[in-house]
């Protein structure tokens, strides 16, 4: 059973475009969800995290939009370059427990 | 780069035999996680340790098991390989246990099982 659901499995965008990654999850005990990217060859690194108390945050062109009622959480990464083309995973856990659930992550092609 | 390291990067191994992987967390770090990532997937938790004390375990079988040292680097061992254990094996540090604390992750272990 997959605790975490990641959506498109992949995505093609301009130079320039919005890219938006989806993803739900079951859990309501879930209370940190982070973003990460990973870059072939490397380990996955955080990219930007979100707590449930807030709706979305933002740091630089990554914003995370967080629907408690709905159960999911979106990255939406602005103004897409072609160095941001990576695979990037959603996952949850529970504070106090550093068992991370990750998607199935999103392999992003931005295009010049 | 997040200061965790790996090794080997590349195994090649045939079924039946026995592995072990290892990682340096990053300075400071006293917790450490290993995340089984088959091709195409997320990373899957298989077991956590804190200050040498497995700390948390996932849908493994005990075939899978692990150390951390007083050092706290860590080993992953894994015992009568089979063809579904081929996967990019990470691990993961991170100041403690609590669930906010960013884990860095290493560049993982690439293990194929023929």
């Known amino acids: 059973q997959q605790q975490v659901k990641q959506s498109p499995q992949s995505l093609i965008v301009q130079k320039g475009g919005i890219s938006i990654i989806n993803c739900a999850y079951e859990n309501t005990a879930f209370d940190y969800f982070p973003w990460y990217q990973q870059f072939p060859g490397k380990g996955p690194a955080l990219l930007i995290a979100i707590r449930p108390d807030v709706s979305e945050k933002k740091e630089g062109r990554f914003t995370i939009s967080f629907n408690k009622s709905a159960k999911q959480f979106s990255l939406h990464i602005m103004d897409s370059q072609p160095g941001d083309s990576a695979t990037y995973f959603c996952?949850?856990?529970?504070?106090?427990?550093?068992?991370?659930?990750f998607g199935s992550g999103t392999k992003l092609n931005v295009k010049p | 780069e997040t200061g965790v390291t790996q090794s080997p990067t590349h195994l090649i191994k045939t079924r039946g035999q026995q592995v072990t992987l290892r990682c340096s967390s990053q300075?400071?770090?006293?917790?450490v996680s290993w995340y089984q990532q088959a091709l195409g997937q997320g990373p899957q938790f298989i077991f956590q340790y804190y200050r040498e004390e497995e700390n948390g375990r996932g849908n493994f079988p005990p075939r899978f098991s692990g150390l951390q040292f007083p050092n706290y680097s860590s080993e992953l061992n894994v015992n009568a390989l089979e063809l579904d254990d081929s996967a990019l094996y990470l691990c993961?540090?991170?100041?403690?246990?609590?669930?906010?604390?960013?884990?860095?992750f290493g560049p993982g272990t690439r293990l194929l099982v023929l």
């Open positions: 300075s400071g770090h006293n917790t």
């Open positions: 993961a540090s991170s100041f403690s246990v609590g669930g906010q604390e960013t884990q860095y």
């Open positions: 996952a949850a856990n529970i504070y106090n427990f550093n068992k991370f659930y």
